[in-house]
Nanobody, 116 residues
Framework: QVQLVESGGGLVQPGGSLRLSCAASGFSFSSYGMSWYRQAPGKERELVATITNAGGSTNYADSVKGRFTISRDNAKNTVDLQMNSLKPEDTAVYYC?????????WGQGTQVTVSS
């Protein structure tokens, strides 16, 4: 069955860095674009970054451009999110995601807390 397992979250001080990873299984990973979303307490889930199936194109939310980098390794079935210059407003649960013609798949999420 399809599984998306996020890891790498934690507590970090403002200005710090974290690298999130999403391990995918149960589907043809290299056939799908992948995305990272986040949801802060009391807010709607928002799109953070996307990457095409071969990794040739990426897009970012304006709020993270220049600070976050999405990448993927189709040999390892992983998609990563490198987060630099973290701000308190980046605090959220981060989810990886992909979409088929019939369904949206989500991981369980990983908590990122940016606080001094």
């Amino acid at each position: 069955q399809v599984q998306l397992v996020e890891s790498g979250g934690g507590l970090v001080q403002p200005g710090g860095s974290l690298r999130l990873s999403c391990a995918a299984s149960g589907f043809s990973f290299s056939s799908y674009g992948m995305s990272w979303y986040r949801q802060a307490p009391g807010k709607e889930r928002e799109l953070v970054a996307t990457i095409t199936n071969a990794g040739g194109s990426t897009n970012y939310a304006d709020s993270v451009k220049g600070r976050f980098t999405i990448s993927r390794d189709n040999a390892k079935n992983t998609v990563d999110l490198q987060m630099n210059s973290l701000k308190p407003e980046d605090t959220a649960v981060y989810y990886c995601n992909f979409v088929t013609w019939s369904r949206i798949y989500w991981g369980q999420g990983t908590q990122v807390t940016v606080s001094s």
